[in-house]
């Protein structure tokens, strides 16, 4: 596969780690954003391979772990009254207050798991008599693929189809993290496919406030061991600026005409995170001229609201203030089988990485 | 055959009643396929010999949809069965053949299903021997669901268990993985693109048995990684005989547009369902020797030995990445789910 396999090369990645030690004079706390990175680095046991000195902090760029638990009781909500709910896999087993999507589907709710919202509208177009919603969850990499699910609805005149939106931004849970005073972080691994959609404008300005080193970072073993002695090599000089590792992908003005679709259809808004609560500015509303295909104000759910499991720890997993291991539940109580937080759950999120892949639980 | 000898074109629930329905359908479709002095017999059940050992496999199909690129269900009820055979070191010999239908389904979809079973219990040597059929409401089932048991005469020179699975074996598997389940996937609402993986349903009981005829008792277990994936299979080898297993990224058997399906949709191949695969643990003595003499038979051309059972690590898979890494495989838990982004 062409831009995947060079990307897994062992004597690349080699040369990379030992770059990597021969420039590293003391320990420094790297957060990779996204969870496609966390992945990539427990999948393939590069956290072991890493010098001691390298500590990677696990960052909440997983879109299942940041969605609160609001937001999957009004999806609950819907199912069980007669809504088909579509929604992206791993959306679907994460708990509720009381359940998952996949527990009301057993139950006979009409839970559809789509790779495309476009797929949605379709399904709204062949029931006409049943309202089908979207569930609209993700960063700025799922918003453009959404918006134009809620143009094509407007576009066919389709009164039945609706998103319930819960999209979220990246920089700002970036500066949310940097603000906290438990914060320990000295440099991002920036989420390469978001900045794909985005562009690399907006790193800038945090990258001087904070003086912070931002690469821009991809998800294969050689991208990631070549991000991460980007940042070391920049910490190292003192310096703090944003670099594209990823540049196969990312254009620094991202993707134009991904863009424009979200800005015709969302604006910025605040946004609740799970774990970590409302940030300021931190995601994407449907703008007054769309609100028709907000599922929150059509089914009147928005008043739905549950506190988080008080047992997970998921907030201090996202903020990177803790590892997985560390909560008293994991392994125990927290399992896939059984998850009490959504990061045990995602095939993005950090728990559930260590969970399946770990060394930690080779002995 | 004819349709117009059926003087029906959609299965109803007067097709499984017992009555005189029931034995049109039996008369003019299954027992005129099946032909052999067992079913013509017509009789409740079947009376059968055996000289040695059998081993006995039941399994029920019920996929959706039930034809797809490769295969449909009648073929895979065949070869999943006569596989499962197969892996108790087996000659599979005799099917049984139950259908639960739900009413509505199109009598021509119901033969080529039923002609299905029959070309793939040719090419297995398999006989079907005894059956039933019932028809549920619509609404009570998804078109149709079948069952299969197989019979069959153990290998004289076989001895296949887990209790023979010791450190320093190899895993050797017969070809590519994850075609079936990626297959199925292709079908279903939701694919974004389009793509020519196909099923790789097939019989495998030849090769058993001409590897069980070379090396007897040097061949300590077999096992087709259907349902969970190579992961799921390897992992309760691993939990079960308490001892390690360690497979080599690099060496993971994979056809291209498969990888890549699997990479864009965010799935692991190794969780993803096989149909015509199958995974042996061998004396290292013999690895390589079964390897060459898979790879000259079509069910074994891309055979490779993926890793071995090791003291270290006992209970657990590790897989060792290409990039020099190790890491946990562990069993799949419940469906394999699509990622976000």
């Known amino acids: 596969m062409k831009f995947l396999t060079e990307y897994r090369n062992l004597e690349a990645t080699k040369s990379y780690l030992k770059l990597i030690e021969n420039t590293i004079t003391k320990p420094w706390n790297i957060m990779e954003i996204c969870g ?9 046991g590069i956290l072991d391979l890493l010098p001691d000195k390298v500590r990677m902090i ?30 992206f896999g791993d959306m679907i087993r994460v708990p509720g207050s009381k359940k998952s999507l996949l527990e009301v589907k057993a139950s006979g709710g009409d ?5 495309s919202p476009i797929e949605a509208v379709k399904i709204a177009r062949e029931n006409p008599d049943k309202e089908v919603v979207f569930f609209a969850v993700g960063f700025e990499t799922t918003a453009p693929a959404n918006a134009l699910s809620v143009l094509h609805a407007e576009h066919e005149g389709l009164k039945n189809y609706s998103i319930l939106v819960s999209h979220v931004l990246v920089p700002p849970a970036m500066e949310a993290i940097l603000d906290d005073e438990l914060c320990k972080i000295d440099a991002f691994l920036g989420a390469g496919h978001v900045c794909a959609i985005m ?5 800038y300005p945090m990258a001087e406030k904070y003086k912070i080193p931002i690469v821009i970072t991809g998800f294969e073993p050689l991208d990631l061991v070549q991000g991460i002695y980007m940042a070391v090599l920049q910490l190292e000089k003192g310096i703090y600026e944003v670099e594209n590792q990823y540049a196969r992908v990312v254009k620094p003005e991202g993707n134009k005409a991904a863009k424009e679709v979200i800005d015709k259809v969302f604006e910025v808004g605040n946004r609740e995170w799970r774990g970590i609560g409302e940030i300021p500015n931190s995601g994407y509303l449907l703008k007054k001229a769309y609100k028709d295909f907000d599922a929150e104000k059509k089914f009147g759910i928005s008043h739905i609201k549950v506190p988080e499991n008080s047992d997970c720890i998921a907030g201090e997993v996202l903020r990177g203030i803790k590892k997985p291991q560390q909560c008293s539940q994991f392994g125990k109580k927290c399992t896939p089988y059984n998850p009490l937080g959504a990061p045990m759950v995602s095939s993005e999120g950090a728990c559930a990485a260590y969970y399946h892949f770990s060394n930690n639980l080779i002995n | 055959m004819d349709d117009s000898e059926l003087g029906f074109d959609t299965i109803n629930l007067g097709h499984g009643s017992g009555g005189m329905m029931t034995r049109e359908l039996l008369d003019k479709l299954i027992f005129k396929t099946f032909r052999n002095p067992f079913i013509n017999q017509k009789h409740d059940g079947a009376i059968v010999n055996f000289n040695n050992k059998i081993a006995i496999s039941t399994d029920s199909f019920v996929i959706s949809p039930i034809f797809f690129k490769g295969g449909n269900i009648g073929e895979l009820a065949v070869n999943g069965t006569v596989n499962d055979v197969a892996m108790c070191g087996a000659i599979p010999k005799y099917l049984s053949l139950a259908f639960i239908i739900e009413e509505g389904l199109k009598i021509e979809e119901f033969r080529a299903i039923i002609h299905s079973i029959k070309t793939a219990a040719d090419k297995s040597g398999v006989l079907i021997i005894t059956g039933d059929t019932k028809v549920v409401e619509r609404g009570k089932g ?3 669901f079948i069952n299969t048991t197989g019979f069959g005469e153990v290998h004289p020179k076989a001895n296949i268990s ?10 050797i598997v017969n070809g590519f993985f994850a075609q079936h389940g990626m297959a199925i996937m292709s079908e279903r609402e939701g694919f974004v693109f389009e793509s020519s993986i196909v099923s790789d349903t097939t019989n495998v009981n030849y090769l058993v048995k001409d590897l069980l005829d070379a090396f007897g008792d040097n061949i300590h277990f077999f096992r087709d990684p259907t349902r969970g994936g190579v992961a799921s299979v390897l992992s309760e080898i691993a939990t079960d005989t308490a ?13 291209k547009q498969v990888a890549a399906a699997c990479e864009i949709l965010g799935l692991d191949p190794l969780y993803v369902a096989n149909e015509g695969v199958f995974i042996t643990i061998v004396d290292p003595e013999i690895a390589d020797a079964v390897v060459r003499m898979m790879r000259k038979d079509e069910k074994g051309i891309n055979a490779v030995s993926i890793g071995e059972v090791t003291h270290e690590y006992p209970g657990k898979v590790v897989m060792h990445s290409s990039v020099g890494g190790k890491r946990i495989v562990s069993a799949l838990i419940g469906e394999q789910l699509p990622r976000i982004c």
């Open chain 2, 243 to 255: 001892k390690g297993i360690s497979i080599f990224e690099d060496q993971i058997p994979l056809e």
């Open chain 2, 162 to 171: 887990a209790d023979r699975i010791k450190p320093g074996d190899k895993i």
């Open chain 1, 36 to 44: 496609g990175q966390t992945h990539g680095l427990v999948k393939n």
């Open chain 1, 111 to 115: 839970l559809r798991i789509l790779y």
């Open chain 1, 199 to 203: 562009g690399m404008e907006e790193y």
């Open chain 2, 142 to 144: 998804d078109k149709i």
């Open chain 1, 58 to 87: 696990h960052g909440p760029g997983c879109p299942v772990c940041v969605t609160p638990l609001n937001l999957i009781d009004k999806a609950i909500e819907l199912l069980e009254n007669n809504v088909i709910v579509c929604s």
